[in-house]
């Protein structure tokens, strides 16, 4: 069994920082890619940004600039460190893995809620 479980999100005024984490557990062998997607009320779940296991990332161009990606192989853990936060950001957050191990596939988290207040 595997559990993703992200962490770190609250209300937050426009023009400030909020960092996002995620924690994978339970049986791995490897993690291949790992994303960071979101979804605001009435709109459909959107891909913010990946990162491979070698490092490789990649951004929604609506985040360029403001996001970061990054993880902790060793860990098993990725982290969103996102500034200069827009009302627009106003979303649940999902962190999601290609994960090889007992059950291997692609997981998600629940999610975790993000609120910038304008």
């Known amino acids: 069994q595997v559990h993703l479980e992200e962490s770190g999100g609250g209300l937050v005024q426009a023009g400030g920082s909020l960092r996002l984490s995620c924690a994978a557990s339970?049986?791995?062998?490897?993690?291949?890619?790992m994303d960071w997607y979101r979804q605001a009320p009435g709109k459909q779940r959107e891909l913010v940004a990946g990162i491979s296991s070698g490092g490789a990332t990649n951004y929604a161009d609506s985040v360029k600039g403001r996001f970061t990606i990054s993880r902790d192989n060793a860990k098993n853990t990725m982290a969103l460190q996102m500034n200069s936060l827009k009302p627009e950001d106003t979303a649940v957050y999902y962190c999601?893995?290609?994960?090889?191990?007992?059950?291997?596939?692609?997981?998600w988290g629940p999610g975790t809620q993000v609120t910038v207040s304008s």
């Open positions: 999601t893995a290609d994960i090889i191990g007992g059950i291997s596939g692609r997981y």
């Open positions: 339970g049986s791995i062998f490897r993690i291949n890619d």
